[in-house]
């Protein structure tokens, strides 16, 4: 594992993840403050979805020419420069900003961000293989868990105590240090020289790592290091293509994402919106114990991650039986929750929730990291999401309407019908995702 890099990557995330949290949680609450408007407040969730939406359909064209550091760079300093320009006008504007400004920058942030995540788990694989790249993954998961479980408690006490105003100003802070550590990041791939100076990808179409590239084979297979090797010219509608057109001619990656799909529709029972429905219909708890649920959640997160890192040597020879495993006692486990009325079991119910989550969403990670060429991998993330964003709007209108027409109780349980469709699919798919592996070996460490 190329343990420098994938650290510097680990905390721009890290930064960035707590930055966004800060920042959307100020900026909805000083909305909601001077507009007195649910619907202006909500447009900032909405806008960000939707500007990622579009951001993932057309990254393609930015991956096939830039190397991942420098498009992540790129989108860690076009984030701070449009926050640099919202936080100006916020200070400047007083009680009176102009909306429309607000939220255009909101979406351009958004839709620079949509870049980093098909971007930063392209680049996982370059930077971990075998046993590494599981073990990679479980702490990219545990750090994404971790800071969402103290970004949106401190969050909401830091906008209480500083205000809005001075919690935008901390997220500031924090995406700075976030472009610091991007900028230390190296794609082992890639030439020696930084790419702020040399940009353009020296990876081509179909190339996977192996243990034996030597920096001699780098040289015979991409040029000297002043120059990179001319892809293909490409229409960008081709470009547009490559990724929708890989996993259509997978059927691996076809059911990964299909099963990824369904489980993502009933993903969004656990919105804050649902969870707090939950609690008071059900529970007959106050709105505290909203909050009590989403820390047991993410501390089950948390721990699961830290056991699935734990047992990474175990699982990585058994990544399809962990992921449908983990998806079925998931799935269980939420028709428990749905079907149960005791406030304090309804907590451990969620906190046994971590464990089989982090094994279901890490296998699958790593399944997808592993069926796909390192070059190939970028493009196929994007489509994948584009996808996800997709059908995460479908899913929070489609359990809006369950919940509002069947109640909350179905609710959660046509979500637990749904995890366990998706894992009855994976088991009669399971030839196909059984099949070989084009696993990625990252060269030696750094």
């Not at 002043?226 to 001619?249: F, H, V």
């Not at 109780?409 to 894992?423: C, E, M």
Request: with cysteine; charged share 10%.
């Amino acid at each position: 594992m190329h343990k420098r890099s994938f650290t510097y990557l680990l905390g721009t995330q890290t930064m960035s993840n707590a930055a966004d949290i800060l920042y959307i949680m100020a900026l909805v609450s000083l909305v909601f403050h001077e507009t007195d408007s649910i619907f202006s407040s909500v447009l900032v969730p909405l806008l960000r979805m939707g500007a990622q939406m579009i951001s993932g359909f057309l990254a393609p064209l930015i991956l096939a020419r830039f190397q991942l550091p420098f498009i992540l760079f790129v989108s860690q300093f076009g984030q701070l420069a449009f926050f640099a320009l919202l936080l100006g006008h916020l200070w400047s504007a007083g009680t009176n900003p102009v909306w429309v400004l607000v939220f255009t920058l909101v979406a351009a942030m958004s839709f620079l961000d949509g870049w980093t995540t098909p971007a930063r788990n392209a680049l996982i694989p370059r930077l971990a293989s075998g046993e590494g790249l599981m073990r990679a993954n479980s702490l990219v998961s545990v750090s994404d868990q971790t800071v969402q479980l103290a970004g949106w408690g401190l969050s909401g006490v830091l906008v209480a105590v500083m205000g809005s105003e001075k919690t935008l100003l901390v997220a500031c802070g924090l995406y700075m240090v976030a472009l610091i550590f991007t900028g230390l990041i190296r794609d082992p791939l890639e030439g020696k020289a930084h790419y702020l100076l040399q940009p353009g990808t020296r990876v081509r179409s179909g190339d996977v790592l192996t243990s034996t590239l030597t920096a001699q084979h780098e040289d015979t297979l991409y040029g000297s290091e002043s120059e990179s090797p001319a892809l293909p010219p490409k229409r960008k509608k081709e470009i547009l293509r490559e990724g929708w057109s890989l996993i259509g001619a997978s059927r691996r990656l076809k059911a990964l994402i299909f099963m990824d799909m369904i489980d993502l529709l009933g993903g969004s029972v656990w919105v804050g919106a649902f969870t707090l429905a939950f609690a008071q219909q059900v529970l007959h708890k106050s709105e505290a114990w909203w909050g009590y649920i989403n820390a047991a959640y993410f501390a089950g997160a948390i721990g699961g991650g830290i056991i699935v890192l734990a047992c990474v040597k175990y699982l990585q020879r058994r990544l399809l039986p962990a992921m449908l495993a983990g998806m079925a006692c998931y799935g269980l486990l939420t028709a428990w929750y749905a079907l149960n009325t005791l406030p304090p079991l309804t907590l451990l119910i969620v906190l046994l929730m971590g464990l089989p989550t982090e094994m279901s969403v890490v296998s699958r990670r790593t399944m997808m990291q592993m069926s796909v060429s390192v070059h190939d991998l970028p493009k196929v993330l994007s489509a994948q999401a584009t996808l996800t964003s997709m059908t995460f709007c479908i899913s929070l209108l489609l359990m809006g309407w369950i919940a509002d027409h069947l109640g909350i109780v179905n609710l959660y349980l046509f979500s637990a019908l749904l995890t366990l469709v998706a894992v009855i699919y994976g088991i009669f798919s399971r030839r196909a995702l059984s099949m070989s592996l084009t696993a990625s070996v990252a060269p030696s460490s750094e």
